[in-house]
């Protein structure tokens, strides 16, 4: 994960303006306290928006001799309410026992873009480290994701945990399980808490962020083609070609842009069942770049598991306050 943050290009924060929270870089044992907020688009049910990727992995680079094994993600097109052509083929793997450990490693992995205040810094930023705006985005992973929804299910909650006056923090605890990051201890506060004038000066100042802008722009034709032809490619265990594939999608760290995705592609064997890359992956930690989606754009999928109860939830509280 910091090899992977690294390689943004942006700073230890996870972007250039700072203004991504980079929680995955709190020390085992700390905490962070975070006030969510609603999302400006208010034609979203939720305060959070799903953001699904699919990593392709390839041998190393092509014409590079000491090259290793290189990802490149590329956005699922079901994050658009749209057919994917990359899981169209995955999801027939796992009718075959032989390949769905494939399948699993070329399975959409989703994180979730929230915004909010830190209310209490875990990770020690300096003054001169935060950005003006206070108001902060998190890029939020399927564990801590899974705590944060469960307050939706709560018959006993009484107003959203986004509500400025009767709204609840969140504390982000980091602690260790099996090597791997572990959040599961974070909790939601039982103590409601009115925003401070402060906070609501810097909402009124700056605005609320509209999440759907920091999802990755949607892919064109040209760009689908392209997609499939990695795809492919991955699959066959191929190196990564930046002349063909690097105008549209490139490992992170890398800057140069060109590629001809016209250019005629070498033949390609059948593919092979692969080794399952089954490491946990909790935090994406690579920033997303904000770019203007496409207006008639679905909305996104909503998370699996729970989310109707979720929403009719959400439903009674709004009525509730009515």
């Given amino acids: 994960q910091a090899s992977e943050n690294r390689g943004t290009g942006g700073n230890s924060q996870g972007g250039g303006d700072n203004a991504i929270y980079a929680h995955w870089n709190i020390q085992e044992g700390s905490n962070a306290r975070i006030r969510f907020l609603p999302d400006a688009d208010t034609k979203n049910t939720f305060f959070w928006a799903e953001r699904a990727m699919i990593k392709l992995e390839f041998a190393g680079i092509k014409g590079e001799t000491e090259s290793k094994k290189t990802m490149v993600q590329v956005p699922c097109m079901e ?3 749209e057919t994917c052509p990359v899981l169209s083929e995955v999801r027939a793997w796992f009718k075959d026992p032989a390949l769905e450990d494939m399948g699993r490693k070329y399975w959409k992995k989703r994180s979730y873009i929230f915004q909010g205040f830190v209310v209490e810094d875990g990770l020690g930023e300096k003054t001169e480290e935060q950005p003006e705006n206070p108001i902060r985005r998190f890029i939020i992973g399927p564990q801590i994701f899974t705590s944060i929804r469960a307050a939706l299910v709560d018959p006993e909650l ?7 006056v009767h709204g609840l923090d969140y504390r982000m605890k980091k602690g260790s399980k099996g090597g791997y990051a572990d959040y599961s201890t974070s909790t939601w506060s039982r103590r409601e808490r009115p925003l401070s004038d402060v906070e609501q000066a810097a909402i009124k100042t700056h605005g609320l962020f509209n999440l759907t802008d920091f999802l ?16 492919e490619a991955s699959v066959d265990g191929e190196p990564y070609d930046m002349e063909r594939w690097g105008q549209y999608f490139k490992p992170a760290g890398m800057s140069q842009n060109t590629g001809d995705p016209q250019k005629p592609a070498a033949p390609r064997s059948a593919p092979a069942p692969a080794a399952s890359d089954d490491a946990p992956f909790d935090v994406d930690t ?11 754009a679905p909305k996104a999928e909503a998370p699996a598991g729970g989310d109707s109860r979720a929403q009719d939830i959400l439903a009674m509280i709004r009525n509730r306050q009515k």
């Fill in 79 to 81: 994050m658009y309410g």
């Fill in 158 to 164: 009484e107003d959203l945990p986004t509500d400025f």
């Fill in 216 to 231: 990755p722009k949607k892919p064109g034709e040209v760009e689908l083609k392209v997609m499939k032809e990695m795809f």
């Fill in 286 to 296: 690579t920033p997303v770049a904000k770019s203007t989606p496409a207006p008639s």
